[in-house]
């Protein structure tokens, strides 16, 4: 094709051409074989195309949009919003309880990047305040929030005690991983959790999160050491 009839954003076929036998010479030292150039098209073929047969580009961060909430006539309605300065005296009270300190403990990084208010005045994380019928109830967040490898990890926290089991932290986690997804373009989220914290584990499990790996003797609690699950959900 003369690259003058090249419709806008395409690439010229030439250049596609040089890659092709530039992948083609190199393909053929490798030891590819007729068959293999056919396997290796269909797994381009299905990389390129993604699920509905469309290449959808990498989706890019946007700063300003808000958490998604449950719709406003709901009985129940949970909401996740952005964490405000005025919110720290709040979300430190719910650390101090047994459960609540576990919101930022069984973390990899060393103690002095685990404090709260080193975790708030980092670049790398955002912290979500949740409320139930306007009352704020628990806190999310992102730490290590990577943009170039579209990962982080994800923290959460029912503080007030009389909320928990209700089903809150599943609907409000789920809402922070659409903010995750479609404002921070994450595709993989992880988490780091006691073995011992089963609420935790299977709230994890029913979002989906699988288990990658055992990171043992991890933390030092109450004088034990404890193992630390690391789940993930990577995202289509
Ligand atoms: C972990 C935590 C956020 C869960 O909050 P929650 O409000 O109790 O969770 P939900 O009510 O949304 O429960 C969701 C699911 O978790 C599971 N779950 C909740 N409490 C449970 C318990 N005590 N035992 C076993 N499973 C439990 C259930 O499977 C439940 O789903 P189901 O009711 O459909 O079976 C809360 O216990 C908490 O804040 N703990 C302290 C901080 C913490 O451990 N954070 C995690 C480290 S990042």
Redesign the pocket.
């Known amino acids: 094709m003369e690259d003058s009839k090249i419709p806008d954003k395409q690439l010229p076929g030439q250049t596609l051409e040089v890659v092709a036998k530039s992948f083609y010479k190199q393909a053929l030292e490798y030891g590819f074989k007729r068959e293999d150039f056919l396997r290796f098209v269909n797994i381009l073929l299905d990389l390129g195309l993604g699920r509905n047969g469309v290449y959808t580009p990498p989706p890019s961060i946007k700063e300003d949009a808000p958490p998604p909430s449950s719709p406003a006539d709901d009985k129940e309605q949970v909401t996740v919003r952005v964490y405000e300065e005025s919110d720290y005296d709040l979300l430190r009270g719910w650390m101090e309880d047994s459960?609540?300190?576990?919101?930022?403990?069984?973390r990899p990084d060393p103690p002095r990047f685990n404090t709260l208010e080193a975790l708030l005045n980092s670049e790398t994380s955002r912290f979500g305040i949740v409320s139930l019928n306007g009352r704020p109830i628990?806190a999310l967040a992102y730490l290590n929030i990577d943009t170039d490898q579209r990962k982080a990890e994800?923290?959460?926290?029912?503080?007030d005690v009389a909320?928990?089991?209700?089903?809150?932290?599943?609907?409000?986690?789920q809402y922070w991983i659409e903010y995750g997804v479609s404002t921070l373009a994450l595709r993989k989220i992880y988490?780091?959790?006691?073995d011992t914290?089963?609420?935790?584990?299977?709230?994890n499990?029913?979002l989906g999160f699988r288990i990658e790996g055992v990171l043992r003797d991890e933390v030092m609690l109450d004088g034990e050491y404890q193992d630390v699950l690391r789940m993930s959900l990577i995202l289509p």
């Open positions: 459960a609540g300190r576990l919101f930022l403990t069984t628990g994800l923290r959460k926290l029912i503080g909320a928990r089991g209700h089903g809150y932290a599943k609907r409000a986690t988490v780091n959790t006691l914290n089963l609420a935790n584990i299977r709230l499990e029913h």
